[in-house]
């Protein structure tokens, strides 16, 4: 089966970093993704990382650990629009056999001026 | 040009009753998927479709039944609707190009169903 742990809530200042972390426990891992949702609003894609280390993408970072089963999220630069659930999920396999996406039950950042 | 559309956004109804989504993407992707956001947020895969083929299903009543007329259209009916059903349905798809599913999935805006 699939387990995936992210704090449910952080509260951050704008123009600060936060990091948001993930520990998972999944069946065949492949892959770990994460998604910004804002409220009443379907999620979008930030980034995924397949290997070990760090993925920069301008003001947000993921970063993977494989074998300690941990991934983070770094925001830089915090802006009020940051503020956004971000959902940390991961591919691994079904008890069909196929791959599928689970999601963490995500993290409510909520930023302060 | 929206990528991942739904339809309707919203749906009021009454327990009991028989109501269907739709969802269409006009990405070319191969794969399209059915998730539940129930009240607590949490996301969970329902069913998984490739070129109009049932890949995922999870343990989901029967009273849902997905549909793919072709592969940019998968519909979710639902019968004898129940107050549990309500929460976000969001569709999403893929391409198909990387195995392992590691290819970024699109959603679309979501349709809240509420039942009362």
């Known amino acids: 089966g699939q387990n995936i742990d992210q704090p449910t809530e952080m509260t951050a200042t704008e123009g600060a970093i936060v990091q948001i972390n993930c520990t998972y426990q999944t069946s065949g891992f492949n892959g770990l993704f994460w998604y910004q949702q804002h409220a009443g609003e379907a999620p979008t894609f930030l980034s995924y990382?397949?290997?070990?280390g760090l993925e920069e993408k301008g003001r947000f970072s993921s970063f993977l650990s494989r074998s300690k089963g941990y991934s983070y999220l770094l925001l830089k630069e915090l802006q009020m629009k940051d503020s956004a659930s971000y959902l940390c999920?991961?591919?691994?396999?079904?008890?069909?056999?196929?791959?599928?996406?689970?999601f963490g039950k995500g993290t409510k950042l909520s930023v302060i001026p | 040009d929206t990528a991942v559309s739904q339809t309707p956004k919203y749906l009021v109804t009454q327990m009991g009753n028989d109501k269907s989504i739709k969802c269409e993407q006009n990405?070319?992707?191969?794969?399209m998927y059915w998730y539940k956001q129930d009240s607590k947020k949490f996301l969970k895969i329902m069913f998984s479709?490739?070129?109009?083929?049932?890949?995922i299903n999870e343990t989901v009543p029967n009273r849902f039944s997905p549909k793919s007329p072709d592969k940019a259209h998968l519909n979710l009916h639902i019968n004898s609707l129940e107050l549990g059903d309500s929460a976000v349905y969001f569709c999403a798809s893929s391409q198909d190009r990387l195995a392992g599913g590691l290819d970024t999935q699109y959603f679309g805006p979501g349709t809240r169903l509420t039942v009362l």
């Open positions: 990405l070319g992707h191969d794969t």
């Open positions: 990382n397949v290997l070990d």
């Open positions: 999920a991961v591919t691994g396999l079904s008890g069909a056999g196929s791959y599928q996406l689970t």
């Open positions: 479709y490739n070129n109009k083929e049932l890949i």
